[in-house]
């Protein structure tokens, strides 16, 4: 009677090579169990209400934590120069921080020249677009009802809505750069730390790899940006300067800070330069000619150049960078705005280096 069982056995050790088609299932699969993706979802609403009612504290940190990716090749320079890193952390933030205020001094006779003549100029710029008289009017009621006016609603305004980010980044200006600072003076030794508390071997190195694949990659992603919004701002210098717009500078820098915000941000840059051009241009189809051809710069950059050098696995996908942009532009206001799309993309490459969160990453491309 035993032998009908051993001969019963042995096709199902025969079949079970049948039953592994794990090898097959992408990488990184979303958790079977219920139970895990609540959790980690509930957890994804406590990170994200900490952030909101800590937006004072966790806003700076965060920028500190994004410009230190954006810093970290000079830092690297700096050690392979032998430099110490206090004192190359020091330079870069103090170089960085020149240039910035060397701008502002240098653009701020042009802004306020621009802004003198803006009050005079309102009646011309309303008299050339006296066919859109109707529907400004139209769309003035609406933003005028938006903004508080249905019986002085208990709500906050849309003024007060813009500029509750712009205060609290002013507030947290300081503790970004002492923030920054000291992690640009750390370099790996959270890493170390986090090597230290990993059991095996073989995680250990997993996580040294990881972690200097997501550092190199978030790097190249924020340089990478960053040199193609300057590309951009000088384009767009030369091209209001040769249509005759002038204050290239001036209208460089407008270009090169707005294109951190994808889509809201050249939208705003469009009406500028159009507004630009009607106050200080006299043919109405040159006065076109200066938010046309930023409009052409902004393409030719988003559509061909930027796609190009970021390749496919820097891609976002455009839905979600939108609904990216309005929530972190409801939750921190104007600097939420412009750190959605790199948080986005840190996400991204994070998804990307973790195998469990590959799915996720995947989802995230465009």
């Known amino acids: 009677m035993s ?57 700076p940190i965060i920028l500190a934590v994004v410009l230190k990716m ?106 970004t750069l002492l923030i920054l600072y000291f992690l640009l003076i750390s370099g790996d030794t959270f890493l170390r730390r986090l090597v230290e508390i990993v059991p095996s071997f073989r995680d250990k190195r997993r996580v040294v790899e990881m972690s200097q694949q997501i550092e190199d990659n978030v790097s190249a992603y924020l340089t990478t940006i960053t040199l193609m919004n300057a590309l951009v701002g000088v384009a767009t210098g030369v091209a209001m300067w040769a249509c005759g717009l002038g204050d290239p500078l001036l209208w460089g820098f407008v270009a090169f800070a707005l294109n951190y915000v994808p889509i809201m941000g050249p939208a705003l840059g469009v009406v500028l330069f159009l507004m630009a051009g009607l106050l200080t241009i006299d043919p109405l189809f040159q006065a076109l000619l200066p938010a046309g051809l930023y409009l052409l710069i902004h393409v030719i950059e988003g559509e061909s150049v930027t796609p190009l050098l970021l390749a496919r696995r820097f891609t976002l996908n455009p839905v979600l960078v939108i609904v990216s942009l309005i929530f972190w532009f409801w939750m921190w206001g104007v600097p939420g705005a412009v750190l959605a799309v790199p948080m986005l993309a840190i996400a991204k490459i994070i998804c990307d280096g973790v195998r469990p969160l590959n799915a996720l990453g995947r989802f995230l491309e465009g």
């Open 70 to 175: 954006l810093l970290q090749p000079g830092m690297r320079l700096f050690d392979r120069l032998r430099v110490p890193r206090s004192i190359g952390a020091l330079l870069l933030i103090i170089g960085v921080f020149a240039v910035i205020v060397g701008f502002g001094a240098a653009m701020s006779g042009q802004a306020a020249g621009w802004a003198a003549r803006l009050p005079e100029g309102m009646s011309r710029i309303e008299e050339r677009l006296a066919f859109l008289a109707r529907p400004l009017q139209t769309l003035q009621t609406f933003l005028h009802q938006f903004d508080g006016g249905s019986g002085g609603s208990d709500g906050p305004s849309l003024s007060t809505t813009l500029m509750k980010g712009t205060q609290h980044f002013a507030s947290g200006f300081f503790e």
């Open 3 to 59: 032998d009908p069982i051993v001969k019963f056995e042995v096709p199902t050790t025969e079949t079970e090579p049948l039953e592994a088609p794990d090898l097959t299932q992408p990488e990184g699969p979303l958790p079977a169990d219920p139970i895990v993706t609540m959790l980690a979802l509930l957890l994804v609403i406590a990170i994200l209400t900490v952030c909101y009612f800590a937006s004072s504290i966790i806003l």
